[in-house]
């Protein structure tokens, strides 16, 4: 694997969960695989998990991180062509090539602006990345996707499922900001490629992006689809229809133990409690969002082992 953009770059799924799975028996099984590698991690917006989860998963492969929040530093401009007499002071082609000098890997964090659908498809940030740095990049959620997101939560289903073929819905939930469809996306496509039944509910208006969604079904009746539920993942996205719009903020769509029923619950976090979840079904024992959490050390581990051994190939 060259780079780490999207789930589908994973040349087989089902071993890369099994890595994964292995690594959280033996987080030190690979511990000189990154040595005197160095990885830079790029923030262009806020996080919490996938900073501290990617940089452990670095440290237990032997590797050295940089972090850099990219706010902190000069700014950046993506436009081929451009004048740069204004607010931008470095041009990425220059930016890419001269982290690449200090880095082996590259990851890079950049949310869409979610106000031009067609310039976020473009996930220019990620994108020019890969074009113009010339080492492994990896995605650490894009303007469309979040794969690491993506594997972590196969890792946790495959972890948590007593089921050979668990009914998985996923769930809209309300939220006051306008959030992306990375995690939906990511979740989404990887689901696609395991033994589950995934459902997708969510409001009128707040469709997913069919070229993802394709044939899986999507209920605008929640109490529908929630029937017999073996898992259930929350998540809000804005919508896609009606770009990065927020129609509404129905809190009958608030995901509430009593919705849960027999089913565990799970949500990439950051999560606002009582307004997406209700404390109760968050503080419940079929809350695994905190395993998941910690899952994604373990994914982040087996990606970047995957990239480790494509540089020493
Ligand atoms: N789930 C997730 O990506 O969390 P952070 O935004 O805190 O990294």
Redesign the pocket.
């Known amino acids: 694997m060259k780079h780490y953009a999207d789930i589908t770059d994973l040349k087989n799924l089902q071993e890369t969960i099994d890595l994964a799975l292995l690594l959280k028996q033996k987080p030190y099984l690979y511990e000189d695989v990154g040595k005197r590698k160095t990885i830079a991690l790029l923030f262009f917006n ?6 501290l989860s990617t940089e452990k998963a670095a440290h237990n492969l032997g590797m050295k991180v940089m972090v850099l929040n990219v706010t902190d530093s000069w700014q950046i401009e993506f436009e081929d062509g451009a004048m740069m007499n204004f607010n931008t002071a470095e041009h990425i082609k220059e930016a890419a090539q001269v982290i690449a000098q200090y880095a082996d890997i590259i990851a890079v964090r950049a949310f869409p602006g979610l106000k031009d659908k067609k310039k976020d498809q473009q996930e220019q940030v990620l994108q020019s990345f890969i074009k113009y740095a010339g080492v492994p990049i990896v995605n650490m ?1 894009s303007a469309i996707a ?1 794969p690491l ?1 993506g594997l972590t939560d196969a890792v946790t289903i495959q972890e948590i499922s007593a089921k050979k073929r668990p009914k998985v819905v996923l769930s809209w939930a309300p939220h006051p900001k306008a959030l992306p469809h990375a995690v939906a996306n990511s979740f989404i496509k990887t689901m696609q490629q395991l033994p589950v039944d995934l459902v997708i509910t969510n409001p009128e208006g707040y469709n997913l992006d069919p070229s993802i969604t394709g044939a899986t079904p999507v209920l605008d009746d929640q109490t529908e689809a929630l029937k017999d539920a073996d898992i259930v993942y929350v998540k809000n996205w804005s919508s896609f229809e009606n770009y990065g719009q927020v129609l509404h903020n129905d809190t009958n769509w608030m995901l509430t133990l009593e919705k849960l029923g027999d089913a565990q619950l799970m949500h ?3 999560v606002r409690r009582n307004v997406v979840i209700q404390d109760a079904a968050l503080d419940s024992e079929q809350s695994v969002v905190i395993q998941q959490a910690g899952n994604r050390v373990f994914a982040a581990q087996a990606v970047l082992k995957l990239l480790l051994d494509h540089l020493a190939e």
């Open positions: 806020s996080s919490l998990r996938t900073r959620e979040h997101q990439c976090l950051p």
